[in-house]
């Protein structure tokens, strides 16, 4: 990929932090990047879906992503992550070398870096860090399904919505990241509720103390009520 010297920098250093590519050597990671192709997504755009092959694998540099699912009898839909930046995809397409059903939806405008999925395949089998780091990457979205599918079928509502607000809290800063602007359906289709269901318990969260909610903004207010939210699960949804 040609590129000025600027652009090309800043993209070694995402590399130099992208969950599979950490552990390359310089060499290899700068030899990668003359390989990839910049892709940039505008805003709330749908670029992959089941009726497309999943012919390249993506690294994402900025921007948020999300990986989802419908019902076609329904049009209800479910999603299954949020990807940002150093998450890549699909990994599942790469392995198995068959189409993976779901879609994916930018949340920002996104700049993503991609490659054919022979060619990602080759660069695996070639560097066993790669290969290394897939399985702890493969794991936390194995786990994190695992949880999902429990918290939908054994507790209520306003809790998997408190748990969902306190997974997203930046540990530092103390601020709600990721899922902060997003809208009542796109945090209801991240719990397996509504839109009408989730807007009447941010509201209930509103009226205890525990968020503020602006337009298009969430924010903590009282993170101590938030948690007991979450260690006291109503016996009802």
């Keep these: 990929m040609k590129m000025n010297e600027k652009k090309r920098l800043k993209y070694i250093e995402a590399l130099r932090e992208n969950k599979l590519l950490k552990d390359l050597n310089e060499e290899k990671r700068t030899d990668i990047l003359e390989n990839l192709e910049e892709e940039i997504w505008p805003r709330n755009t749908c670029n992959l879906s089941i009726t497309k092959p999943f012919s390249r694998f993506h690294f994402i540099i900025s921007g948020r992503i999300k990986v989802y699912k419908v019902d076609p009898s329904t049009g209800r839909e479910i999603t ?46 070639e560097n066993p860090e790669i290969n290394k780091n897939m399985l702890p990457y493969l794991g936390h979205q194995l786990k994190f399904m695992e949880e999902y599918a429990s918290d939908v079928t054994m507790i209520d509502i ?55 909610l602006g337009r298009q903004k969430v924010e903590i207010r009282n993170l101590e009520l938030l948690l007991k939210k979450l260690n006291s699960p109503n016996v009802n949804p």
């Design 158 to 212: 306003s809790t998997r919505l408190a748990k969902l607000i306190l997974s997203n809290i930046n540990s530092k800063s103390q601020r709600l990241e990721l899922i902060n602007d997003l809208s009542n359906e796109e945090l209801a289709n991240l719990i397996g509720s509504t839109r009408a269901v989730v807007n009447r318990h941010l509201q209930e969260f509103k009226n205890d103390g525990i968020l503020y």
């Design 80 to 125: 299954l992550f949020i990807l940002k930046g150093n998450d890549v995809f699909d990994i599942i397409s790469l392995l198995e070398e068959l189409d993976h059903e779901v879609f994916y939806e930018t949340l920002d405008k996104a700049t993503l870096l991609s490659t054919p999925m022979a060619v990602m395949r080759k660069w695996v089998q």
